[in-house]
């Protein structure tokens, strides 16, 4: 078997873990190409197509929410609102991204940059969780307004930079804005649909043209070992969130970013 095949599976098994907890996924796949490089520009691209297979994991586990329940009036205006919402969020992180996604990606994709911001976002994670709000939050996506959907979709922005992950700044995010965590979580999954398939789009028409039928198979292989681990780990993080803080995630991502200062001073990575 061809070795980039094993490391598509590997790979697809870390973004799959990693995309909707608040840990950073780009942050994971970055330092794991360390050890297991499938080489640029194939490896920008096949971090961005296992996304889509996370982000197709969404669809099919909140279908009954992402698509209309009924015909009916108010369920489609339910549905509709719902998704002007997470337009209104998405629009920062597109002229965010058209404007300095290429200077991120060129300046920022490295090893230190991702343990500096695994740091400081723990320290964040951990802080953030302690002064969550109490007494009368939003609960359902019917009560969030415009204006805290669009300041979600900004803290989405921060996300850009390698190690900060996505669904950390987005959740932390409707926190602050007055969102429960079930409710911050369900908004930035939702969320995410968008933007990554944005982002996918954007990359395969930059780099589909140059792959390979070897390259095609491993992409094919990260998607689907992907979309089913992120199912599994979505089922987990909802249940999760109900009863536990996101503290666990903070220390993880800490002590992680140790273990990457110290490798990186050992010249390991």
Known sequence: MDPLFWKAFLQG???????????SSTGHMILFDHFLAMGKPFSDLFEVVVQLGSILSVIVYFAKKIFPASLRKDDLKTWFM?????GVAVIPALIVGALLGSLIQ?????AITVAVTLLLGGIFLIAADSAEKKGSVKQEIAELSWWRAFGIGCCQCIAMIPGVSRSAATIVGGMFFGCSRP??????FFLAIPTM???SAYSLLKHGAKVSGTEWIALAIGFVTAFFVAWAVIAFFMKFIRKHDFKPFGYYRIVLAIIVFILFACKVI
Do not use: D, H, R
Not at 106 to 110: A, I, M, S, T
Not at 183 to 188: I, N, P, V, W
């Open 82 to 86: 719902l998704w002007l919402k997470v």
């Open 13 to 23: 098994i870390v973004q799959g873990l990693t995309e909707f907890l608040p840990i």
């Open 197 to 199: 398939m944005a982002a």
């Open 183 to 188: 409710l911050a979580a369900k908004f930035s």
């Open 106 to 110: 060129e300046k920022l994709y490295n």
